[in-house]
């Protein structure tokens, strides 16, 4: 049974989806143009950067449907590591626009161009891009404090890039208005470097996701804190967290006296599972009842 708290979750995800493609389309339009009026290789970088944008959403739309999808006898934990997989092609993606810009820019070094027209439009062009990318980052950042979705993390991070490099194509225009051509392509090998950084940054994330990585250490810290704070354990082991799409699981043996009756272990366990899983949008919680004999006070 898939709870309303997914359903919304789902939802917003799928939403995001929609609006990354359509911003991505929208600015691949109007970058052409741009590219074509000015045929500067900075604005052919963001050409390039948001052709694959496109390509690396619609693989997002399909992951995220993917991983939405309950669990099922031949998938018990869900489809939660398709949005990692998804990351991964987005990182491959990203690095594979990263090497076309590096060739055009370092050709335009070695092919200087003298002049450039048109740079008035190109300059409007990235503005409008700037705008448009920060409306949709604002969207994609209320979806990921309500889901924690990877692949919109991955898709946000893109997008954050973007701003940097659309920034850095106004200024390359600006100084090629002014006679220094050559700074256009200096400009494209540098956000180059910068693309490739973006996509190592998201194929890490999502290969610890699909290597089962442990949650970051202030998540751990809080599910600690609650252990450490259980009055009735005498304390726990063999903590285990992993984290599969937006669902977190935690695996741990809590420490009960060996004298309690199966029904008040059982029942401290289920309280400790609720607190454990309150921490979390969507968690799952397994916890192993150890029996430890208290030796008597001499």
């Known amino acids: 049974m ?3 708290q997914q359903l919304d979750a789902g939802r917003l995800m799928r939403w995001a989806t929609y609006a ?19 045929d ?9 950067d948001s052709s694959l944008d496109v390509l690396a959403s ?51 070094i070695v092919h200087p161009q003298e002049s450039m027209s048109g740079i008035d439009v190109g300059i409007g062009v990235m503005i409008f891009s700037i705008v448009a990318t920060l409306i949709l980052l604002s969207f994609q950042k209320y979806v990921i404090k309500k889901t924690n979705s990877t692949a919109i993390k991955a898709d946000a991070l893109h997008y954050k890039t973007d701003l ?6 106004i200024v390359a225009l600006l100084l090629s208005f002014y006679g220094w051509t050559h700074f256009d392509a200096i400009f494209g090998i540098a956000i180059a470097i910068f693309i490739l950084y973006s996509a190592w940054h998201i194929a890490r994330e999502s290969i ?18 609650v252990l450490r704070n259980t009055s009735d354990a005498l304390g726990f082991h063999d903590l285990r967290t992993r984290r599969s799409g937006t669902i977190v699981f935690i695996q741990l043996h809590l420490e009960l006296d060996s004298t309690l009756t199966l029904n008040i272990a059982h029942a401290i366990a289920d309280r400790v599972e609720q607190e454990l899983a309150d921490l979390f949008d969507e968690a799952e919680v397994i916890i192993h009842e150890d029996p430890v004999v208290v030796s008597p006070v001499t």
């Open 208 to 225: 610890d996701l699909l290597m089962d990585h442990e949650l970051p250490q202030d998540e751990r810290e809080k599910i600690i804190k």
């Open 58 to 108: 619609a693989v997002n739309l399909i992951a995220v449907r993917h991983a939405l999808q309950p669990a099922d006898a031949e998938h018990r934990f869900g489809h939660g590591k398709a949005e990692a997989l998804s990351g991964v092609g987005q990182s491959t993606f990203i690095a594979g626009s990263a090497g076309l810009l590096l060739l055009q820019a370092i050709g335009r």
């Open 164 to 169: 940097l490099v659309n920034g850095s194509v």
């Open 40 to 48: 500067s290789i900075s604005i052919l970088a963001t050409l390039i």
């Open 2 to 4: 898939i709870s309303t």
């Open 20 to 38: 990354s493609v359509t911003t991505a389309v929208i600015l691949i339009l109007v970058k052409l143009v741009a590219w074509f009026m000015t």
